[in-house]
């Protein structure tokens, strides 16, 4: 049975503490291109946020624009070979990292008072796997990866769930979450977030757990 309220979590950075984890997986990926290390870092300042698949797309089109493949090098054939070598990499560090601090306890203490959901960039099928692997997957009644956006993940979740707007909360901690969150005019929560305070922020779990419970507790208002 759903719940009345919906809670949506991000997941690195917000569940799992695996946000420079995954950083260090793109070096590990290309460290057997030589002169690859600024190009990762070039493209991982400009593009923070992109999907594994999108972040390595640049990745593989600066170093091909410095010279830095092999000649004929197919870009097709090498971004697929480099998604592989980093869902290797990452998806096996995730699945060690520990979680943030906290957050276990708030999952127990939350769990059947609002329908719980993660969407996360990480695409679907690893992150089927590593929430199963860390026991996450119990407390949550969908989980949505990378095959869309945040933002039509938001909206699926509602419609296929019927969460009015005023009933729908997501909690993340980067500038791409907030933006779904106002694309699609539900609550948010910035959790130890990287980016300029925007509205109800939570340093820790106790503090997050709070406003959590303040928003269950809410009456509904009128989806607008």
């Given amino acids: ?124 099928d690893s992150l089927a796997v590593i929430t199963r692997k860390k026991g996450l997957d119990r407390y949550f009644t969908d989980i949505y990866g990378s095959t869309h956006s945040k933002k039509e993940n938001l909206s699926a979740i509602r419609r296929r769930y019927g969460f009015r707007r005023a009933d729908t909360l997501y909690i993340g901690d980067r500038d791409v979450d907030y933006m779904a969150a106002c694309a699609d005019r539900i609550a ?3 959790f130890k977030g990287e980016f300029p305070h925007r509205g109800k922020s939570a340093r820790n779990a106790k503090e997050l757990e709070r406003l959590i419970d303040g928003f269950i507790k809410k009456g509904k208002g009128a989806d607008k």
């Fill in 1 to 124: 049975m759903v719940m009345g309220k919906a809670v949506i979590f991000d997941f690195d950075g917000v569940i799992t503490d695996s946000n420079r984890i995954k950083e260090q997986g793109y070096y590990a990926a290309f460290s057997g291109v030589k002169g690859s290390q600024e190009v990762v870092r070039k493209v991982l300042a400009r593009y923070p946020a992109s999907t594994r698949e999108s972040t390595i797309k640049k990745i593989v089109a600066g170093l091909a624009g410095c010279g830095l493949l092999k000649s004929g090098t197919d870009i097709g054939s090498a971004v697929s070979k480099y998604v592989d070598r980093y869902a290797r990499i990452a998806d096996d560090a995730v699945c060690k990292a520990h979680e943030i601090k906290g957050v276990r306890g708030l999952l127990d203490r939350i769990y059947g008072k609002a329908a719980l959901f993660i969407n996360s960039a990480t695409p679907d």
């Fill in 188 to 190: 948010f929560i910035a």
